[in-house]
Nanobody, 124 residues
Framework: QVQLVESGGGLVQAGGSLRLSCAAS????????MGWFRQAPGKEREFVTT????????YYADSVKGRFTISRDNAKNTVYLQMTSLKPEDTASYYCAASKLGLTTTLPSRYDYWGQGTQVTVSS
């Protein structure tokens, strides 16, 4: 069992930056691929980025490529999402997720554990 707790959300002006963290409990974190998803009001949850178990492979949605960076520290059981050049359309609740498969995946159905989410609001 893995429990995930996100932090670092908040209100930021367009063009600003935020770093989200996702702290995981459980011994399987280092074997798990991790992902970030987001959901805006009235919209479906969408994939943002994913990182494999070792941190050697990452993948990004086109909408965030070049602006967001995912990383992980397996010694700290934590995955990070560094967000820069934020836009109002990035406003959403951001969720981290863990996949026991260990490989990067964009599909929500491949993730076994989810956090409760952290709100990011970007003002124009």
């Amino acid at each position: 069992q893995v429990q995930l707790v996100e932090s670092g959300g908040g209100l930021v002006q367009a063009g600003g930056s935020l770093r989200l963290s996702c702290a995981a409990s459980g011994r399987t974190f280092s074997n798990s691929a991790m992902g970030w998803f987001r959901q805006a009001p009235g919209k479906e949850r969408e994939f943002v980025t994913t990182i494999n178990w070792s941190g050697g492979t990452t993948y990004y949605a086109d909408s965030v490529k070049g602006r967001f960076t995912i990383s992980r520290d397996n010694a700290k059981n934590t995955v990070y999402l560094q967000m820069t050049s934020l836009k109002p359309e990035d406003t959403a609740s951001y969720y981290c997720a863990a996949s026991k498969l260990g490989l990067t995946t964009t599909l929500p159905s491949r993730y076994d554990y989810w956090g409760q989410g952290t709100q990011v609001t970007v003002s124009s």
